[in-house]
Each structure stands twice: as C-alpha cells, then as structure tokens.
T-cell receptor
Framework: GAGVSQSPRYKVAKRGQDVALRCDPI?????LFWYQQALGQGPEFLTY????????KSGLPSDRFFAERPEGSVSTLKIQRTQQEDSAVYLC????????????FGNGTRLTVT | AQSVTQLDSQVPVFEEAPVELRCNYS??????LFWYVQYPNQGLQLLLK??????LVKGINGFEAEFNKSQTSFHLRKPSVHISDTAEYFC????????????FGTGTSLTVIP
C-alpha cells in the first residue's frame, strides 16, 4: 500500500481483556517501530524490529505487552489483561533502513480501557 | 540516551504572522533531526529532516528549520502562517548509536488565529 496502515482505528476494551493491534508497514521497509502516545504527549518508544528480529523492546511498560513481526512485514502489538493506564494512541511507524531514514507513521489505534 | 526539549507547549499566532517553534536536544557526536506535524486523529507526517550538509533545511508547506550544533538546537520557522497550519508539531532526534531509536519532544500546539 501507499502508507502505513493500522487497524483497528479505535478499540474499546474492558479492564482485564486482551487486545491485539495490527500494523501493515510500507512494503519493503526494513524497520518497524511501535510508539505509545498519551493525550497531550509526544510518542514514547515501545519496541523496534529490523525485519523479523525484535532488536529493542526496552520501552515496553510491562510483561503484559508483547509485539511480534514473524515474517518481517505485518506486526502485531498485543496487550494482555488491559489496565486503564494502557489507554492511549498506539502508533506504528516504518522506515527504509537506518536511523537516517525518516519514520513513516500510520494513523494510530486509539485504545480506551474502561 | 538522547533527550529532546520543546520549550513551548502552546503557541498562538495570528494568521500571516511569522512563527518559530523551538527545539533543543542533548548533545551527541552526530545526530539526525526531524520535525513532524500531527493533525487531529492522524499519525505524524514528516515536515523536514536534517541529516548533514547545509544547516538550513527546507520542508513542506513553507516550513524551514536551522540546525545549530553549538546551541544543540533545531528550531522550526515559517514566515507567514495559515489557518491550516494549526496542528501539533513534534521535534525528533536519532543518533544511530541507540539501536535506531527516535526520541520525540513533548510537542508544541500551534494555533493560528484568524
């Protein structure tokens, strides 16, 4: 596709439910990032993939958060036993190669935990 | 790790007036610098980037930014703003030494007043 696609756009979950957020990066992009953006804040790094390898997951806030990219293209961010503090916009971004390549962002998934 | 400071959380400006949005980053041997714009309910869109070379960088929508290594700054400017420039603006830095991490500032909300 022309850009990064994320689904769903909006997700409402009851506290304790598991959710899965999907990201389709730009075709051929090697690097894929997940960010969490709280209301009125900048994006906070969660995790980074180069192809299928998860090279950095230092930003994942707890072991309830898990991300995968098994074939080096589509990625899924899973949050288990959601809590209210997980409510945020989750942004996916991809880039062509290294840190000199700009990030291309999807429109995000707004997660609301009730 | 890098850090990015956007000193102004909100900037109101009248239509057709000039604007400057400030960004400072923590020092590093070499950095790549970016400005992104975010419209409501959308992802981040690249405005411009500095990788190397000329310190004055021109981007889309009439924006430009100047890299100042001695002051570790990368301020964004536009000589005459339009109503359509109302949005959230984020400064970001990557240095290639931290696993391709991009660090974002907390954002500046630009409001153009008719």
């Amino acid at each position: 596709g022309a850009g990064v696609s994320q689904s769903p756009r909006y997700k409402v979950a009851k506290r304790g439910q598991d959710v899965a957020l999907r990201c389709d990066p730009i075709s051929g992009h090697v690097s894929l990032f997940w960010y969490q953006q709280a209301l009125g804040q900048g994006p906070e790094f969660l995790t980074y993939f180069q192809n299928e390898a998860q090279l950095d997951k230092s930003g994942l806030p707890s072991d309830r958060f898990f991300a995968e990219r098994p074939e080096g293209s589509v990625s899924t961010l899973k949050i288990q036993r959601t809590q209210q503090e997980d409510s945020a916009v989750y942004l996916c971004a991809s880039s062509a190669r290294d840190s000199s390549s700009p990030l291309h962002f999807g429109n995000g998934t707004r997660l609301t935990v009730t | 790790a890098q850090s990015v400071t956007q000193l102004d959380s909100q900037v109101p400006v009248f239509e057709e007036a000039p604007v400057e949005l400030r960004c400072n980053y923590s020092s590093s041997v070499s950095v790549y610098l970016f400005w992104y714009v975010q419209y409501p309910n959308q992802g981040l869109q690249l405005l411009l980037k500095y990788l190397s070379g000329s310190t004055l960088v021109k981007g889309i929508n009439g924006f430009e930014a100047e890299f100042n290594k001695s002051q570790t700054s990368f301020h964004l400017r536009k000589p005459s703003v339009h109503i359509s420039d109302t949005a959230e603006y984020f400064c970001a830095v990557s240095d290639g030494f931290t696993g391709n991490q991009f660090y974002f500032g907390t954002g500046t909300s630009l409001t153009v007043i008719p």
